[in-house]
């Protein structure tokens, strides 16, 4: 229990990140001009950011689902939180990715945060057992038809 507590937390700090870093992007395609017109107001710039913003939601619902099972020590209550570290550090890592790329150059600044959010995000990968780990326990668990 204390590993899938601490893979939970993982994936709450990912989903902060994330939504962090999604928040950084508005703010900042928002007030950019290019071609005479605020990057906020392109079609591919909505549909990154819807993207990013569904990523974020679907990270969030993974980990209050999971963290709701471990709560009420459901037998699935591992993988879940297997799952939710997973989905939610790879998924809110990208976000963060994107969110770089759309502050461009400036995305790497120290002057702008997502640089360092985008750091922190990496780790989360690792720490509390690697994502390849995480596709282990949930294999596992699916053979134990726990899930």
């Known amino acids: 229990q204390g590993l899938d507590g601490g893979r939970i937390n993982i994936a709450t700090c990912s989903v902060g990140g994330g939504q962090f870093a999604l928040d950084q992007a508005r703010e900042y395609v928002g007030g950019r001009k290019q071609f005479g017109r605020e990057l906020a107001k392109f079609q591919n710039t909505q549909f990154k950011l819807a993207d990013m913003m569904t990523s974020v939601s679907a990270s969030r619902l993974m980990v209050r689902r999971a963290a709701r099972a471990l709560d009420a020590k459901i037998p699935s209550a591992t993988a879940e939180a297997a799952m939710a570290k997973r989905f939610a550090t790879d998924t809110c890592f990208d976000v963060a ?51």
């Open 97 to 147: 990715n994107q969110a770089l790329q759309m502050h461009g150059g400036y995305g790497y600044l120290r002057d702008y945060p997502v640089e360092r959010v985008l750091r922190d995000l990496r780790v989360h990968s690792i720490l509390e057992g690697t994502n390849e780990i995480m596709r282990v326990i949930i294999a596992r668990e699916m053979g134990r038809e726990t899930i």
